[in-house]
């Protein structure tokens, strides 16, 4: 088996201080960079949205972040603007051993769909091309680490179970936003899903 570390979205925008941070999102940096060394093939994904977002809150008049609303493809939580093409907040974390990254795979950067996982965007369907990559690369099981455990994280490691990759989450190494019980049901779905995590 060819293994691979994909890290999710450790961006700055996701880290304290950032636009949309995560509680301690900054804090799982060294162990990430300590894990890269132990992996032949080391992933990045780097949240990757144009200005005015169809995910962000100031993009729909009336409407708050953390909003939930219906878009075409399904349900979307409006989100603070964040991760806006070239900006400060969607670098990596400065900490981050990016140079060790074979691939920096962007993401979000339809302006229509969101896209949470790093395989498909929101709809589902839309393919982001990771899936080829991997599988032209030979690479058939992936460890997750990054943020956020229950958005980003739960579904590229979802989609990536149902692909039929080995998927293995290293939960000390993620953090979550919890939003409503979201950091439960992202457990539960990616459990369901046969990801282990650790
Ligand atoms: C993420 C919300 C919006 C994430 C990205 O990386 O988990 N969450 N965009
Ligand atoms: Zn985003």
């Not at 994909?6 to 941070?21: N, R, S, T």
């Not at 940096?29 to 894990?35: C, E, R, S």
């Not at 140079?99 to 965007?121: C, H, Q, T, V, W």
Request: aromatic share 8%; proline share 5%.
């Amino acid at each position: 088996m060819t293994r691979a570390l994909l890290v999710i979205d450790v961006q700055k925008d996701f880290c304290p201080g950032g636009a949309l941070a995560v509680e301690e999102g900054d804090v799982i940096v060294p162990g990430i960079n300590a894990l890269m060394t132990d992996f032949p093939a080391v992933l990045l994904t780097q949240d990757w949205h144009p200005a005015g977002h169809s995910s962000f809150a100031t993009s729909h008049e009336g409407k708050s972040p953390f909003d939930l609303i219906d878009m075409s493809y399904g349900p979307q939580v409006l989100w603070p603007d964040h991760c806006i093409q070239g900006s400060l907040g969607a670098q990596f974390h400065p900490d981050l051993t990016v140079d060790r990254a074979d691939l920096i795979l962007r993401k979000g950067y339809n302006p229509d769909i969101d896209s949470y996982s790093a395989f498909f965007e929101n709809d589902h369907t839309t393919p982001t091309g990771l899936e080829g990559y991997l599988r032209t690369r030979g690479i058939d099981d992936l460890t997750l680490v990054g943020l956020a455990t229950d958005f980003c994280v739960n579904f590229s490691a979802v989609d990536a179970a149902k692909l039929g990759f080995k998927v293995t989450v290293r939960s000390d190494l993620c953090r979550g936003i919890d939003l409503g019980g979201s950091m439960q049901a992202a457990l539960e779905s990616m459990a369901e899903a046969q990801v282990t995590i650790t």
